[in-house]
């Protein structure tokens, strides 16, 4: 079997991340867990370069994303999905409308990760729309390119979610379940890289070479997150 078929074959590992450096002020509580350092942060990618199975993201469109990310990303060679939020396109702290532009013309994806950063259990037919559409909408003209992707927040979903995405037409939806998983997927299943992580820790997952969940266990995994 060729390089090209076993990597074909081999599950994909989805490492996400939610801010590089320091949080500022926390948005929501607990929000500091999931920044990463700089320094912890660029000695995963060193370790990412190194395995071709890894693909990366990030959530929240923190400015960190183009400040840092950006940057190391490119001094490796490596590519990644920017889940940014509308709603936050004009908040000092986030990607500006001109960072996603940034982003997407350095070969990055551009996904949504909604308007204002709230669960997409429950919705409304009304904050739905906003949610899933126009911040779809929204991100496109920033960006200049089309939004494929979507990423849940707060890693929160049901049944009425994943309808109302695929009604919407996204071509992925990106959980924060921790199971590797095809990228010829819908649902993707993602490892949130935190503070508490070491480098050990990332290792684990990332050298493991963790067997493909099965079509029975992710849906089993699915039905868990959403009762």
Same mark, same amino acid.
């Given at each position: 079997m060729s390089a090209a078929?076993?990597?074909? /074959? /081999? $599950?994909? !590992?989805?490492?996400? %991340?939610?801010?590089?450096?320091?949080? !500022? $002020? @926390? =948005? @929501?509580?607990? @929000?500091? =867990?999931?920044? +990463?350092? $700089? *320094? $912890? %942060? =660029?000695? +995963?990618? *060193?370790? !990412?370069a190194e395995r071709p199975w890894v693909a990366l993201s990030f959530d929240d469109g923190n400015r960190s994303d183009v400040e840092v990310a950006l940057p190391a990303l490119r001094e490796r060679g490596l590519t990644a999905t920017f889940f940014a939020l509308a709603g936050r396109l004009e908040d000092a702290r986030s990607l500006s409308r001109g960072d996603v532009r940034a982003l997407a013309d350095a070969g990055m994806a551009i996904g949504s990760h909604g308007w204002d950063h709230v669960s997409w259990r429950s919705l409304t037919d009304a904050d739905a729309r906003r949610e899933l559409v126009d911040a779809r909408s929204a991100l496109s003209e920033a960006a200049g390119a089309s939004v494929a992707a979507a990423a849940l927040p707060l890693g929160r979903y049901g049944r009425d979610t994943l309808r109302r995405l695929r009604e919407a037409s996204y071509a992925a939806v990106y959980s924060s379940d921790r199971f590797p998983v095809r990228d010829s997927a819908w649902l993707r299943a993602r490892y949130s890289v935190t503070a508490d992580d070491t480098l050990e820790s990332v290792r684990r997952i990332l050298a493991g070479r963790p067997r493909l969940v099965t079509a029975r266990n992710a849906l089993a995994s699915a039905v868990k997150r959403m009762r």
């Open positions: 078929q076993q990597h074909a /074959r /081999r $599950a994909t !590992v989805h490492l996400c %991340f939610h801010g590089i450096g320091t949080c !500022v $002020a @926390e =948005r @929501e509580p607990g @929000e500091a =867990r999931y920044w +990463v350092s $700089a *320094d $912890a %942060f =660029r000695r +995963v990618l *060193d370790e !990412v």
